[in-house]
């Protein structure tokens, strides 16, 4: 049990890490969704393209 009266050992080499060092990782999710959309979009266009080009108009 502590008393309250005794000496703390303190780290005096600590250095904080600064907010430029680290990455924000909800920024890279939202990159990597976007560019999965437009993925998914650029296959859905050339999907339909394809079906465009193979519809038989002469019904």
Do not use: C, H
Request: proline share 3%; hydrophobic share 35%; glycine share 2%.
């Amino acid at each position: 049990m502590s008393t309250g009266k005794e000496q703390l050992d303190v780290e005096d080499d600590f250095t904080p890490v600064e907010a430029d060092d680290v990455e924000p990782v909800a920024e890279v999710a939202k990159t990597n969704l976007s560019k999965r959309r437009t993925i998914d979009n650029l296959l859905e266009e050339r999907r339909l393209q394809k079906q465009l080009a193979d519809y038989d108009f002469d019904l």
